[in-house]
């Protein structure tokens, strides 16, 4: 069973960067396809930019350019570098695991997510 805690999110202004984190416990971390997603009040969770176990990367549209995703197996960490934030990018932002080869860009086939953190962006 794996654990992922998300840690980072706040409130900033349009422009600026930040950056979330998600550290997992609980399996080996380099077997897991990782991915963010995130949820917007009265929205469907969706996909944000995803990493395979050989750290290729996949991303939106609406962020590719912008947000960078990148893992630290040593720190069983995966980040999402989010820069030049616009409001529409306010969100529970989502880390998610699945036990795969592969970039993983869908919902239902990761099997672990976190709790969230929020991410607000003022105009």
């Known amino acids: 069973q794996v654990q992922l805690v998300e840690s980072g999110g706040g409130l900033v202004q349009a422009g600026d960067s930040l950056r979330v984190s998600c550290v997992a416990s609980?399996?080996?971390?380099?077997?897991?396809?990782m991915g963010w997603f995130r949820q917007a009040p009265g929205k469907e969770r969706e996909f944000v930019a995803a990493i395979s176990r050989s750290h290729n990367t996949h991303y939106a549209d609406a962020v590719k350019g912008r947000f960078t995703i990148s893992r630290d197996n040593a720190k069983n960490t995966v980040y999402l570098q989010m820069n030049s934030l616009k409001p529409e990018d306010t969100a529970v932002y989502y880390c998610a695991a699945d036990h795969t080869t592969g970039v993983v860009t869908t919902t239902n086939e990761y099997d672990y997510w976190g709790q969230g953190t929020q991410v607000t962006v003022s105009s």
């Open positions: 609980g399996g080996t971390f380099a077997w897991y396809a």
